[in-house]
């Protein structure tokens, strides 16, 4: 079956380190995208970023960059300079499976 | 997220009342989707519909849940006889092409709904 995984229930950072959000998916399409979400306590959900299968680049966008790594099928999140406003749930996401998220990570940043 | 608009934000209906939630995509954007998100659990799929349309209901509970998006107006979401499970976020997202390959789908604020 299709899906993703995020096996990350919980992760903590320090402000100012760099935290990596874990993001593996499931499926036989040639072509597809992956995205990343962040869903802040106020609830809603913001796109951060997105990677199509067959871009030859990692995606960048400010302070997050996607370790794609196809072959592993895995699409992971780096955050780099961690702030306080990053504390979130993460969730991973893909055109390939059934349009359903990952679970989601919880993104704690500390002092 | 900007540009897609959900309500009402809050809702709060008696168990056995309807909830009706709208939303109304992008401008320029022709596909909806339906999302529930349960207190400490991830989105789940419900429902993907072009106008007038219904592509995807894989995710619709099969018995009281009902979406449309008419030609004209916004999409709703409908849930008849609600529940105390029911109690949950809803968000509506849209997308300018169908199935979202190769596009960033935009997300609305949500709806919270509190059966009581």
């Known amino acids: 079956a299709q899906k993703i995984t995020q096996t990350q229930p919980g992760m903590f950072v320090q402000e100012k380190e760099a935290v990596t959000l874990d993001c593996t998916y499931d499926t036989s399409d040639p072509s597809y995208g992956l995205f990343w979400y962040k869903q802040p306590s106020s609830g809603e959900m913001i796109f951060l970023i997105y990677?199509?299968?067959?871009?030859?680049q990692n995606a960048t966008e400010g302070r997050y960059s996607l370790n794609f790594q196809k072959a592993r099928k895995s699409a992971n999140l780096v955050i780099s300079a961690s702030q306080l406003g990053d504390s979130a749930m993460y969730f991973c996401?893909?055109?390939?499976?059934?349009?359903?998220f990952g679970t989601g990570t919880r993104l704690q940043v500390t002092l | 997220n900007a540009g897609v608009m959900q309500n009402p934000r809050h809702l709060v209906r008696r168990r056995g009342q309807e909830a009706r939630l709208r939303c109304s995509p992008m401008k320029g954007h022709s596909h909806v989707y339906w999302y529930r998100q349960l207190p400490e659990e991830g989105l789940k799929f419900m429902v993907y519909?072009?106008?007038?349309?219904?592509?995807?209901e894989s995710g619709m509970p099969k018995e009281r849940f009902s979406a449309e998006f008419p030609k004209e107006g916004p999409s709703i979401l409908r849930i008849q006889q609600v529940v105390r499970g029911d109690s949950a976020a809803y968000f509506c997202?849209?997308?300018?092409?169908?199935?979202?390959?190769?596009?960033?789908?935009?997300f609305g604020e949500g709806s919270w709904l509190t059966v009581v």
């Open positions: 996401d893909s055109t390939a499976s059934k349009l359903t």
């Open positions: 990677q199509g299968s067959y871009d030859q």
């Open positions: 997202a849209s997308s300018p092409q169908q199935g979202r390959r190769g596009n960033t789908i935009y």
């Open positions: 519909l072009q106008k007038e349309n219904i592509i995807d």
